[in-house]
Each structure stands twice: as structure tokens, then as C-alpha cells.
Nanobody, 123 residues
Framework: QVQLQESGPGLVKPSQTLSLTCTVS??????????WSWIRQPPGKGREWMGV???????VYSPSLKSRTSISRDTSKNQFSLQLSSVTPEDTAVYYC???????????????WGKGTLVTVSS
């Protein structure tokens, strides 16, 4: 059974960089054909897909967040990470990591999710 767990600071100051890590157990992040996503949900709003890193290390980002987003991985720890720069209070959200099937060039639905972690951007 694949499990994902988000971790990172729950409070970030405006203009700083938000950094989160997703630790995966029960499966390797380098196994074909999976991709590992970050999704967020602001309070009272819908979910927003942020970006993905695939089993081969390739990345794709949401066009609306691309200039501020970076996703990387540490295969030795079976983790992947999110960095979102220049945050504002509008970046306050529950942040989720998730796994999806990926058969290049096509991505499919999310099939495993972390529980999510609330990040508040406030001074």
C-alpha cells in the first residue's frame, strides 16, 4: 500500500519561500509509470494542481504558478519536494501530494493522496 505524507512549516511569512516535502512509502518514486504531484486547496475554494515530477525526473508546472514553483526529488530518501517563492496570503492553503499514473506523454488521475498540510502565509 502506497502512503504519502506531507511535511513542512505550517506558517510562512509573506515574500518568503514555502518549502514542503512529501515522503513516500510502499513504493519507489522512480518506478515506472508514476508521477508525483503537488495540489493545493485554499480555504473555501477548489483544488488547484501545481505541478508534477515523473518517475524519470521530468517536471511539468501549472502555467499560472510556473514562475514561482520548483519541484525536485531525493531518490535516496524516496521524497519529492515543493518550493513556492514570493508567497502572499493568497497562497494560504492545504497542500497535498499525490501519485498519478503517467504513460508518456499522458497523465492520468490521482490514485493515492497524502492527508494534506495547512500552510498559512502571514506576518
Amino acid at each position: 500500500q502506497v502512503q504519502l505524507q506531507e511535511s513542512g512549516p505550517g506558517l510562512v511569512k509573506p515574500s518568503q519561500t514555502l518549502s514542503l516535502t512529501c515522503t513516500v512509502s510502499g513504493g519507489s518514486i522512480t518506478t515506472s509509470y508514476y508521477a508525483w504531484s503537488w495540489i493545493r486547496q485554499p480555504p473555501g475554494k477548489g483544488r488547484e494542481w501545481m505541478g508534477v515530477i515523473a518517475y524519470d525526473g521530468s517536471t511539468v508546472y501549472s502555467p499560472s504558478l510556473k514562475s514561482r514553483t520548483s519541484i525536485s526529488r531525493d531518490t535516496s530518501k524516496n521524497q519529492f519536494s515543493l518550493q513556492l517563492s514570493s508567497v502572499t496570503p493568497e497562497d494560504t492553503a492545504v497542500y497535498y501530494c499525490a501519485r498519478r499514473d503517467y504513460y508518456p506523454p499522458y497523465y492520468y488521475g490521482m490514485n493515492y493522496w497524502g492527508k494534506g498540510t495547512l500552510v498559512t502565509v502571514s506576518s
